[in-house]
């Protein structure tokens, strides 16, 4: 078992479309969760992070994470062509950890 | 205020020989990590620096090994490279605390690294 799962994708959405993107993790001792989205070529770019349990809302990102189910997730509504990028999940806790990423892409 | 930046941006460099990449955070950052990005493994996590001492490291052998400055600045070092060790290599600095913890990374733009 991977220490961090994300649905493996592609995922494509049409335009307007809410994209959900889900991740697992294994170490239940995991304190800190993020979600990046890396463009093809550059470098990965913080989107949320979030500590406790619950819903975390930034514009037309929500984070959810669920520490008992050991389950984070990323929503993105409306979602926009721009969007369309992979999304890497990261878990703290000594080290940090990635998922594999999910590719998105929103279909105009 | 200026982002983390990477030198070389790119690197090509035979089997055997040994590497050294370099790490300038945003200013006042002090926690600096380092990472291993290829198409096979992902992104994976080599090593994290706060007040120039290792806080934290991924599993990686003892070939990659790193060191920070009092400027925050930091270098990481590969020897005896092997041709698996071609990769994006990419630097994150963060605020940090002496506490520990992960907050916000901000990644630079990496180093290619490319072994023949």
């Known amino acids: 078992q991977k220490e961090v799962e994300q649905n493996s994708g592609p995922l494509s959405v049409p335009e307007g479309a809410i994209a959900s993107l889900n991740c697992t993790y294994s170490?239940?001792?995991?304190?800190?969760f993020f979600w990046y989205r890396q463009y093809s070529g550059k470098s990965p770019e913080l989107i949320m992070s979030?500590?406790?349990?619950g819903d975390k809302e930034d514009g037309r990102f929500t984070a959810q994470l669920n520490k008992a189910s050991q389950y984070v997730s990323l929503l993105i509504r409306d979602s926009q062509p721009s969007d369309s990028a992979t999304y890497l999940c990261?878990?703290?806790?000594?080290?940090?950890?990635f998922g594999a990423g999910t590719r998105l892409t929103v279909k105009p | 205020k200026a982002g983390v930046t990477q030198t070389p941006r790119y690197l090509i460099k035979t089997r055997g020989q040994q590497v050294t990449l370099s790490c300038s955070p945003i200013?006042?950052?002090?926690?600096v990590s380092w990472y291993q990005q290829t198409p096979g493994q992902g992104l994976q996590f080599l090593f994290e620096?706060?007040?120039?001492?290792?806080?934290n490291k991924g599993n990686f052998p003892g070939r990659f090994s790193g060191r920070q400055f009092s400027n925050s600045r930091s270098e990481m070092n590969v020897s005896t490279l092997e041709l698996g060790d071609s990769a994006l290599y990419l630097c994150?600095?963060?605020?940090?605390?002496?506490?520990?913890?992960?907050?916000?990374?901000?990644f630079g733009p990496g180093t290619r690294l490319l072994v023949l």
């Open positions: 170490d239940r001792g995991s304190q800190s």
């Open positions: 990261a878990v703290g806790k000594n080290d940090m950890r």
């Open positions: 994150a600095s963060s605020l940090g605390t002496q506490t520990g913890g992960w907050g916000t990374q901000y």
């Open positions: 620096y706060f007040s120039e001492t290792q806080r």
């Open positions: 200013s006042g950052h002090r926690s």
């Open positions: 979030i500590y406790s349990n």
